[in-house]
């Protein structure tokens, strides 16, 4: 199956500092996702990016599909950020999630 | 539009009793989705409804799990003579059919097997 590694595992950064995060996948997909799980463990969909880029506000991703690497940029970090930030990969019937990056920010 | 409702947000039971969560997705989603996470984990694939059909099931989903979708709309996941190792978040999300279509996540039944 889809293996999917997320860089970093974990990540301390003081408020205002910027952030890459960085998800490699094994095989070619046609879904990839960026979610945002809150302290609450609410899993939030950040982004729906197979290819290309999107930006969101301070969020950015971009996805490599040939080379099989996506990115999720953080700007202007707050302390609100703070959680785990999970790619998801795969096809449209079901998602292979990456074990994360767990983002603290600090005041 | 009130997101994907999960009930009950928490569930403690006892090792060897049946126990029924139940989601409500977003009513416009023809895909339903229902993942598990252990703690420090990701989500875990457990199976997969468009409309009322259920097309994929992970092995995850041992003889004692069981997932229906009456009619299309809610869905219910029920385990059977639940184990220690049952313990885990259990998370439904929703989408609609297509490309270009995130998920929708609940915020999840934590289910504690004691």
């Known amino acids: 199956g889809i293996q999917v590694e997320q860089s970093p595992p974990d990540l301390i950064l003081q408020e205002g500092a910027n952030s890459t995060l960085r998800c490699n996948f094994s095989?070619?997909?046609?879904?990839l996702q960026w979610f945002h799980q809150n302290p609450w463990g609410q899993l939030i969909n950040l982004f729906y990016?197979?290819?290309g880029t999107k930006q969101n506000g301070r969020l950015s991703a971009t996805t490599v599909a040939t080379e099989r690497y996506s990115l999720l940029y953080i700007s202007s970090s707050q302390t609100t950020d703070s959680g785990v930030y999970f790619c998801a990969v795969g096809g449209y019937n079901k998602l292979i999630f990456g074990a994360g990056t767990r983002l603290a920010v600090h005041p | 539009d009130t997101g994907v409702s999960q009930d009950p947000r928490h569930k403690i039971t006892k090792r060897g009793q049946n126990v029924t969560f139940r989601c409500d997705p977003i009513s416009e989603h023809n895909r339903l989705y229902w993942y598990r996470q252990t703690l420090g984990q990701g989500p875990e694939f457990l199976t997969y409804?468009?409309?009322?059909?259920?097309?994929?099931k992970s092995r995850l989903l041992s003889d004692r799990f069981s997932a229906e979708r009456p009619k299309g709309s809610f869905s219910t996941l029920e385990i059977q003579r639940t184990e220690q190792g049952d313990s885990a978040m259990y998370l439904c999300?929703?989408?609609?059919?297509?490309?270009?279509?995130?998920?929708?996540f609940g915020s999840g039944t934590r289910l504690t097997v004691v």
């Open positions: 095989d070619s997909v046609n879904n």
């Open positions: 999300a929703s989408s609609l059919k297509g490309t270009g279509y995130g998920y929708t």
């Open positions: 409804f468009q409309n009322e059909a259920q097309l994929e």
């Open positions: 990016i197979p290819s």
